[in-house]
């Protein structure tokens, strides 16, 4: 299987919240990441988590760890139309300094 | 701050041409990496640079790709012999430490 999977795409309700997940096979990951990528546009880093976490806030976005089942999710509240694009998560691994991205999820929000 | 900048943003080439795609990094990192972001493979990592030591080739997929870094600063990507495969996004990305901040991308059309 990938090294980093996500779902390809997820729709929600402007105003719900968003969450979004990822699996990684690496246990040695030392780094989590979340990039946002608009139409066109490069990647915009959004939040990291390292590895001895377990979560991490940062204003509307909430990043969950859970390092026993290699699954790492990103929590945005309050959904708004320009949070629609595609997100990326992507792993650093012990020893490496090369990201291993997964294929990104794509949200989309309803007005 | 400035961010990475890369040139050209598109680029238009026929099959059989070389390319040159540049990368300027965040002023004062010593790290910098070229990824490639296509339909069908997603990002792929191509090559890192860290400071004055033998940059990492391992991502390069032929030989027909290279990459120097002048100067400890500004990279520039060489596509030689250029085939429609070769149609991506490339990205730049540049790290002082554990966080990679990527440039707009160039959008190569090989036709």
């Known amino acids: 299987g990938e090294d980093v999977e996500q779902s390809l795409f997820l729709s929600v309700r402007e105003g719900d919240s968003s969450v979004i997940n990822c699996t990684y096979t690496?246990?040695?990951?030392?780094?989590l990441y979340w990039y946002k990528q608009e139409p066109g546009a490069g990647l915009q880093l959004l939040t990291y988590?390292?590895?001895?976490?377990d979560m991490k806030q940062d204003q509307r976005l909430t990043v969950l760890l859970n390092k026993k089942d290699k699954h790492l999710s990103l929590r945005i509240a309050d959904t708004q139309t320009g949070d629609s694009a595609i997100y990326f998560c992507?792993?650093?691994?012990?020893?490496?300094?090369?990201?291993?991205f997964g294929k990104g999820t794509k949200l989309s929000v309803i007005p | 701050g400035a961010g990475v900048s890369q040139s050209p943003s598109n680029k238009v080439t026929e099959k059989g041409k070389d390319v040159e795609l540049r990368c300027d990094p965040i002023?004062?990192?010593?790290?910098l990496y070229w990824y490639r972001q296509s339909l069908g493979q997603g990002l792929e990592f191509l090559i890192y640079?860290?400071?004055?030591?033998?940059?990492?080739k391992s991502g390069l997929p032929s030989d027909r790709f290279s990459a120097e870094r002048t100067g400890g600063s500004v990279s520039t990507l060489t596509i030689q012999r250029t085939q429609q495969e070769d149609s991506a996004v490339y990205l730049c990305?540049?790290?002082?430490?554990?966080?990679?901040?990527f440039g707009p991308g160039t959008r190569l059309l090989v036709l």
């Open positions: 990305a540049s790290s002082l430490k554990e966080t990679q901040y």
């Open positions: 690496d246990s040695s990951s030392t780094y």
């Open positions: 988590i390292f590895s001895n976490m």
């Open positions: 992507a792993e650093k691994r012990a020893g490496s300094y090369q990201l291993t």
């Open positions: 002023s004062g990192h010593t790290a």
């Open positions: 640079f860290q400071g004055n030591s033998a940059p990492d």
